[in-house]
């Protein structure tokens, strides 16, 4: 069997070249405030992996996306090994587009702060008197250019969209632009109402686009994960402060608790940080990985 190296090691994430398609392994690492954890959280690259795979099934209907296969069995033998089982997808090679698809229903984290600011976010005038993670009227398009490895992803407007992409691929800045825009808000919409039928608030997330050799628009990276997106329990949502979150809040919280931590949890937050990630999967697939 051959040994295959990832051409990317992300934090969490590994990427594989298989000729034609990629094979994206999101592993058991866990980051916070930008650092990896020396700890592993059992299930959480398969919890991601196959909440990615129930959203691109779930939104097939608004536009066609990269995924080829979740089972390792479609994919070289070397997969065929218990730790890429699960965790493991094989998707179309695209040509990525250079903008991060940010689509925001309720005002946190750096939208907040841009408002509290001057009541704008990304060159949007939003109403007056919004408390932190109050919902807005509407979700909001706000697209951030792929920042340089190393630099901060840079929020811009639409208008700035238009002329980065135009930058890129000449003659076609207005079309991606639009398009980009549509869908995110058209995904955003379908997914974000079926969550909160399930209990859970997606307050903003992050979607990626790529086209593929006929120059069609298609949905890359990873889709709705606790990684890309806020989820929020519904039931003791409450505006006014920042909300407990779906993911890494237990993680985050210690740490911050307990400053010489070295980088490494405790048993019981490690267990706490597997039991959130696996009860978000299945309140959302209503089903048990
Ligand atoms: N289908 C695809 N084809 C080519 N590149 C892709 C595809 N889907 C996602 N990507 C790219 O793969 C990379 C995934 O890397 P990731 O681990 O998220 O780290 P980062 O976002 O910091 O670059 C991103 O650059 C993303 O744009
Ligand atoms: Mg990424």
């Given at each position: ?102 689509v925001r229903g309720y005002i946190?984290?750096?939208g907040?702060?841009?408002y509290?600011?001057?009541g704008t976010v990304?060159?949007i005038k939003l109403p007056e008197g919004l408390k932190?993670s109050d919902k807005l009227p509407e979700p909001i398009y706000t ?42 808000i058209?995904?955003y919409k379908?997914?974000a ?10 307050a ?35 505006p ?50």
């Amino acid at each position: 069997m051959e040994t295959l190296k990832p051409i990317k090691e992300g934090k969490v994430r590994e990427i594989y070249d298989n000729g034609d398609s990629l094979i994206m392994v999101a592993t058991d690492r866990i980051s916070c405030f930008d650092v990896i954890l020396k700890n592993i959280v059992t299930k959480k690259g398969t919890v991601l992996t196959q909440m990615s795979k129930f959203w691109f099934d779930y939104t097939q209907d608004i536009l066609p996306n990269h995924m080829i296969s979740v089972d390792v069995n479609d994919m070289p033998e070397f997969f065929r090994q218990p730790q890429f089982d699960g965790n493991s997808m094989m998707c179309r090679k695209l040509e990525m587009l250079p903008i991060e698809c940010i689509v925001r229903g309720y005002i946190t984290g750096s939208g907040w702060a841009s408002y509290k600011e001057n009541g704008t976010v990304c060159g949007i005038k939003l109403p007056e008197g919004l408390k932190e993670s109050d919902k807005l009227p509407e979700p909001i398009y706000t697209p951030s250019t792929k920042a340089e490895i190393g630099d901060h992803d840079e929020n811009i407007s639409y208008e700035q969209s238009v002329a980065h992409l135009e930058k890129y691929f000449p003659g076609k800045g207005e079309e991606y632009a639009a398009k980009l825009r549509d869908y995110t808000i058209a995904l955003y919409k379908k997914c974000a109402d079926y969550a909160l039928e399930k209990g859970i608030i997606i307050a903003d997330t992050k979607f990626e686009f790529g086209l593929d050799e006929d120059g069609n628009i298609v949905l890359g990276d990873e889709m709705l994960t606790p990684d890309s997106s806020r989820f929020w329990p519904a039931d003791v949502y409450e505006p006014g402060h920042g909300q407990p979150s779906f993911d890494k809040q237990f993680a985050r919280d210690w740490l911050k608790a307990n400053p010489d931590n070295d980088w490494k949890l405790p048993d019981d937050i490690v267990q706490k940080t597997i039991d959130i990630y696996l009860e978000g999967y299945e309140r959302l697939t209503g089903k048990k990985l």
